[in-house]
């Protein structure tokens, strides 16, 4: 293989990380919590906008003509793991506002229109993250590594696959314990779940908390490696390139939604930039959303438990002998009766 | 002074728009997220269609029965496909996202790397309260408003139709065996908004002069605010909401900034959603356990 493709192909390796950070972010959210988390660009742009402050040396004005908050320059890794606290601290408030009294479409409105509010806020503030230019020429990890561009790209699919594998810990982690148990059962029925002495809030809080810090990492990530984050990075579409990505591969499987990672962000937005071009530019991408949109109906259609659909539980219960499939609720009931 | 007149206009488009959408929700309990995209596409034909023509009548006359039709397409046909097949909430919500998404950037394949404009139409100042000029159009727009308000309050008052259509939303399962067709209701709810929606949508687009593919979302987001503002499936509140919502864009943007009037009425929106889901009046929101 030429040098040029490796590097084609290791860049794309970066950008399936980042996005499967952000998709099972996502997935603790929609796909076990059940939280209609139509905002949760949001997370990612935050991430991305604390990751960049924090690493960019102070705003100079007089010659840049950007204003920005901070401007401390601290070293890498810590602006990346506070770019993904800001996307855990970020769920409390959204949390509040969006999940404790809303459901259903009410809630996937809120949502919506906070996503709305954020990107319209951020773009007319030129005080905060620099308006609607946005942060620029953000350092990047391991800058003053003495590196071709070539090799660089292999250091930073590193890094981005150990953030991945911190990822699939964190989302494994949730999705086996206890606590994930009790996420599916309150996304099936909640009313069972707070009768079982279970507050729904809380552990809706603690998902969209966790899959937020997800969110905030792949955009801390992200901005690490593009160097540049605007309001039009970020618009509230953007998010429905994940729940795509989700649908598609398997709502609350974690193999599934990596898969549908690799199809829709990888697939559909970044290889098909390899094809030859037509139109003005941005006609292109005008088809690739169409057809975004047109897979998502299909699967919705066809396969709406995506490719890889989630495994059912099967919980044996020990001491009354039946045996079978169980929902959840059920199998934490009985959990808790013992 | 301004801030009231031109609250005023903003309101009667919100009106029609928020109209529309909650009258739809109402009975077929189906948020369209597509309403927006509805919007942009009523405009696009009727730009295409009429030769970019800015007489009003026309407009409208075009505007609304493209936006009847594709309603019709996209909600009863395509969106009522997957009800039928079992599909419920949150799939329905992406349903309508999924083909908002392929209206909106079809249409931005259509219109290219240009913004669509119409030629500047004769403005003349009609009427001029204390010192502040609406143009005809504004005025026009205004009427209409007036106008298909009444006709929604007499419609749903006063016919039969109008009593199924508050019966369809109210209890779906006592309507039919009172020997009504929630299906034919629902496929009227639906052609009746999209009329709406591409009435508001024309009067939006040549208001403004100037339109691209992006126009119609920010435009349902408010007056879908006015809408909830209102109380959901409730045409009077959506209309005093869009009154109210009109009037906060207007005297936001007055104050603060441009930037802050759409951002104002969607602050506005969560609000509501938070502190009265259940709109200015009503109990509504209770019964169809909107909250938890």
């Given at each position: 293989m030429s040098q040029s493709t490796v590097y084609y192909l290791s860049g794309l390796g970066i950008l399936f990380f980042i996005n499967l950070v952000a998709v099972w972010g996502l997935d603790l959210h929609f796909?076990?919590?059940?939280?209609?988390?139509?905002?949760?660009i949001v997370f990612q742009a935050v991430g991305a906008y604390i990751t960049g402050v924090f690493s960019l040396g102070r705003a100079n004005t007089p010659v840049t003509f950007e204003t920005y908050i901070?401007?401390?320059?601290?070293p890498w890794p810590l602006a990346l793991l506070l770019g993904g606290i800001a996307g855990a601290v970020l769920a409390v408030p959204v949390g509040w506002i969006a999940v404790r009294r809303l459901r259903g479409d009410y809630q996937a409105m809120a949502m919506l229109v906070l996503a709305l509010i954020a990107n319209s806020l951020i773009a007319a503030e030129t005080g905060w993250f620099n308006g609607a230019t946005g942060l620029e020429s953000v350092p990047q990890p391991f800058g003053n590594l003495n590196v071709s561009l070539y090799d660089y790209h292999w250091v930073f699919l590193a890094l981005a696959a150990i953030c991945g594998v911190v990822s699939w810990w964190i989302a494994r982690g949730i999705a086996r314990s206890p606590l994930g148990r009790s996420l599916r059962a309150l996304r099936e029925s909640e009313s069972a779940l707070a009768a079982l002495g279970r507050d729904p809030n809380r552990l809706r809080t603690i998902a969209l908390v966790a899959g937020g810090f997800l969110g905030g990492l792949s955009g801390g990530l992200l901005i690490q490696y593009v160097q540049a984050w605007g309001p039009a990075s970020w618009l509230y579409a953007e998010t429905f390139l994940f729940f795509t990505a989700i649908i598609i591969g398997g709502r609350g499987n974690l193999l599934g939604t990596a898969l549908g990672t690799l199809l829709v962000p990888i697939g559909i937005v970044e290889v098909t930039r390899e094809l030859p071009q037509f139109g003005y530019p941005g006609e292109f991408a005008d088809f690739q959303w169409v057809a975004i949109g047109a897979l998502m109906l299909v699967f919705l259609w066809f396969r709406p438990h995506g490719l890889i659909p989630e495994r059912k539980r099967v919980l044996r219960p020990r001491d009354d002998g039946a045996s079978g499939q169980e929902a959840p609720a059920r199998a934490l009931a009985r959990g808790s009766q013992r | 002074m301004t801030i009231v007149l031109f609250g005023l206009y903003s309101a009667a488009l919100y009106a029609i728009g928020g109209v529309g959408f909650t009258l739809q929700f109402g009975v077929t309990n189906v948020l369209n997220l597509a309403y927006g995209s509805l919007i942009t596409s009523s405009i696009f034909v009727e730009y295409y269609l009429t030769g970019h023509s800015t007489n009003l009548w026309l407009a409208m006359l075009v505007g609304g029965v493209a936006g009847a039709v594709l309603s019709f397409v996209v909600g009863f046909v395509v969106v009522g496909a997957f009800v039928r097949r079992g599909a419920a909430g949150f799939s329905i919500a992406m349903v309508t996202i999924g083909i908002s998404l392929m209206i909106q950037y079809t249409l931005e394949a259509i219109q290219g790397p240009v913004v669509n404009a119409y030629a500047s139409s004769n403005r003349s100042t009609l009427l001029s309260v204390a010192g502040v000029n609406l143009d005809s159009q504004q005025v026009t727009a205004i009427l209409v408003a007036v106008v298909l308000m009444v006709v929604v309050h007499l419609v749903l008052r006063l016919t039969k139709l109008g009593l199924a259509m508050r019966a369809t939303a109210d209890d779906v399962s006592l309507t039919r065996v009172s020997g009504v067709s929630p299906a034919r209701v629902r496929a009227l709810a639906w052609l009746a908004s999209g009329a709406l929606c591409g009435i508001c949508g024309v009067l939006l687009g040549i208001g403004i002069g100037t339109f691209d593919a992006a126009i119609g979302n920010d435009f349902f987001i408010t007056a879908a605010a006015a809408a909830i503002a209102g109380g959901v499936g409730k045409p009077y509140g959506a209309m005093l909401g869009a009154l109210i919502v009109g009037i906060i864009t207007q005297a936001s943007s007055a104050i603060v900034s441009p930037a802050f009037s759409s951002i104002s009425a969607w602050v506005l929106l969560v609000a509501f959603l938070i502190l009265r889901p259940q709109g200015i009046f009503a109990t509504y929101a209770a019964e169809r356990e909107i909250v938890a």
């Open positions: 796909g076990f919590a059940g939280v209609n988390s139509f905002a949760f901070l401007g401390v320059h601290w | -």
